[in-house]
């Protein structure tokens, strides 16, 4: 493992010496990869027809559940990860299996709606905990094992007043200011190992019975279930699957910076992950990870654009929809572009016989 | 021995009957017809069999098993499959793959077992393709096992449609206006593939307009007008049947010339 | 009166005013969505930027630049439009049909910087001209606001919708141009203010008079304090939606917006002007957010580039409570939407407002998709 890891950071400064000139440092090319996972995760539910804006939240749970493990709990990454993809996936169960029955619009807010709930409750947590342990102490439940929780534990701290006053300090999530000083304990390789996990793993789903069905259902529902394929399953298996890939993207860079908080998993990101799939193109899972790529270093690239970046990127949003609709990564109309170029051609050939014959 | 049995169905959408009280009774390695008006309830029953409608009232039996209550891919496993009035082939895979996806009902591998090439993936992967291929074949479809559904050709993708309903090995075929579009030599070509069918031992059920391939390859027809069934028969005593030349005739000219509708 | 009634009166009517904004807000996405079955989420963009006009027009300082603005936009916006109709379009549709929309895109970005650089100077001409401070009456600066919104949301119609529609995208490639515009707009407010207040953040000036015969000092009542812009506010907010349901139901250009929400295609057959239909309704869906955005800016004084982000999704909110596409839903949807955060903040605390209402959202979608005054459409398959 050792030497693979050497050989693959030689591979990596080469790279960037040569991405050098694109203003692409280690930092840039790390959130470009955590793009394309991301992208990854909103492309399995478009693929299967879906419009699932809920990527943003189960990153979120991923990012908060893997760094208290880590930061907290002294876990070990690639198991806080896990564990962090896990909960993402478990969580995804009950939303899914009520939401997915919506539609269209219908889903894209039930699923935005979702994302801001988690993201409120992040910013929340420590307040509603502590009303809660306060609500605790104040009616005498499990007083003393809380006191003596509180003596030992920095997170919580509990004071009571001579008149009766009850003060509850808990700080766990840190509320809108986040978590801060976590080790940084990713490193670009294992995003490159990631990545290649999950681009493997869905080469093979489109090859397996459930891939085959994902691109059923997107075409037809109804004709779909008349095929014997379980649609409901299907649908919240791969919302699942999105939800562990978004939570993984989350656990990674969450380990990238030293801190987090609620703001990044916002809208804003949402409407990021979605322009990596309009921007790429959603007929192969190549439109994502080069939709995220580009989309990633085009404020680096044109540096001096950077606090412009927010412009370029709704511009490019709304060009690549309005420009471009099969996205960057277009085989149907590559295939199609070569087809018009060689009929061309060959009509020119034609063209030029008939004139000779005439 | 009867396959689907239909008990007092009704189906009705707010104040509109689609079904009214309809019995039927469709006997193992038969081919029933069902004709009727535009409108008469007919895809409205087709779709209550195949399970993406319920009935209101009624219950529908499948070798003697309620199914109304049940889901369209639970009613695909058991053994009924469908083909549509408009065609809905998937049109951004090939042929060959659509023949896969109808093969859907039969595969057991899992996710798991696919990402790590497990023998049983493997097996399984070679005897849907092997399937798919003799189905193209028997459809008389080679030529385009590798084009995109959705480009097919009309009679193509009407051939392409049943040998999709044929893959999942069903018990009962429905078939919903299979020959709307064809010209008369493609619909007898048509009707000696359902005999062929039939003599695999495959129940069908089919909707049809046109009088000649019902005499080519009906044993029963039911005759279905404003969601109430009006007769029963033989082709021939069909034929001869007031109440039914009554409703082919008596509504309008437009539903009597069903080749015109698609 | 006792206490606890007299704080209830006061929030309820501090939700009734409220309400009236989100109602009028939420009226443009409805209108919008039951002519096109889009939802348009940059209509909360269109909101900031009529706070944001709003703000410019009643700033003595600020209000020449806006004029300035405005006058040099519409002498240019005349020829340019001549031009893309006269020329450009005909021009274009007589190249090969692959190379149309790239050569438009770069025809139109060429002219767009063209007109940039043709546009400052008249700018610096007209700065120059007009006094350095200029008092608008609030009445007027409200009039800035719904013609601006009206005019940002018709450009919308043009650069995100309309390309989509011609090529008969699916309803969720809109949604995403939609987002695209609002990213955009959101930024260009976002610059506007780095530069006009070297932060991203105005306030509005208090005591603003509306309308000249009302007073601006507190009215006081028993134990009720009682703003009257907080009244004005909910009076030109119901006066607005009555004369939008008098457009809609009684005259001609509202039987033909019903006609094409109806069928789009029928409609064009009929011989109604569907793409003014559509400019109509893009025009006051924006003039609405634009008057909810103003009316916004006057009760909370503070105005950012995102003030649009948490009124969108009430705003969604809304519209889906009271069933998507429906304009008597959207009404009450804002209003319901109004009192539950103002009840949640009274008895839970203000971090938790949104999130109920989110929740809120999430259990209507999924217990009543069609919402309350919707109605349910029957599977028919």
Redo the contacts between chains.
Sequence with gaps: MGFLIDGFNQLQTWLLILLSPLNITEPVLQFMLVSAILGLSIYLTLYTGMFSLANGGFMAIGAYVSVLLTQQAGWSLSLSILTGMIVAGIIAVPIGLPVLRLRDIYLAIATIGFGEVVRIMALNFDDLVESFIKWMVQKEILFDSLISRAETSDMLDITIRDNGNVRVNFELLGGARGIKGIPVMAETWMLVLFLIIVIYFIIRLHRSRLGRAMAAIRQDEQAASNMGIDVVYVKNVVFVLSAMIAAAAGGLSGHLTRIIDPSNYGFDLVVDILAYAVLGGTQTWAGPVIGAMVLRALPETLRGFSELRGLINGLILLGAIVYLPSGLVDIKGFRGLVAYFRNNRTQRKEMVKDNANT | MPILELKHVSRH??GLLALEDVNMIVEVGKVVGLIGPNGAGKT?MI?NI????HPTNGEILFQGQAIHKQ???KI??IGI??T?QNI??????TAH?NL???Q??R?R?T?LE??FFLPR?LEE?RTLRQRATELLAQFGLEHVTNTLAGTLSYGDQRRLEMA?ALA?NPKLILLDEPTAGMNPTETHELGEQILRLRAMGITILVIEHDMSLIHQVCDEVYVLNFGCMIAQGTPTEIRANPLVIEAYLGVDEDSRSPRLHT | MDLLTSTTVQQIINAVSVGAIYALFALGYALVFSILGVLNLAHSAIFMWGAFIGMLALDPEKAPILIAFSIAALLLSIPSILLEKRIVQPQLLRLPHQSQRFVGLIVRVVALYLLWQIGRPIYGILIGILPETMIIPAIIAFVFSVLGGGILSVILEFTAFRPLRARNAARLAQLVSSIGAALVLVNVAQIAFDWLYNRTEGYYPRDVQLLPFIPTETWIIGDLRITPIRVVILVIALGLMVALQYMVTKTQIGQQMRAVAFNQRISSLLGIDVSRVYIVTFFLAGAFGGAAGMLFGMVFLNVTPFIGESIALVGLTAIVLGGLGSINGAVLGGFIVAFIQTASVTFGGSSYRNAIVFILLFLVLLLRPQGILGQAEENRA
């Design positions: 959408f707010g409205t779709n195949s399970g993406l409608d889901t369209p891919h695909t496993q499959t469908r549509y809905r082939l998937f049109g951004d895979m793959d896969l996806i109808g859907h009902a595969g591998a996710l696919s990402l993936y992967e999709r999942a």
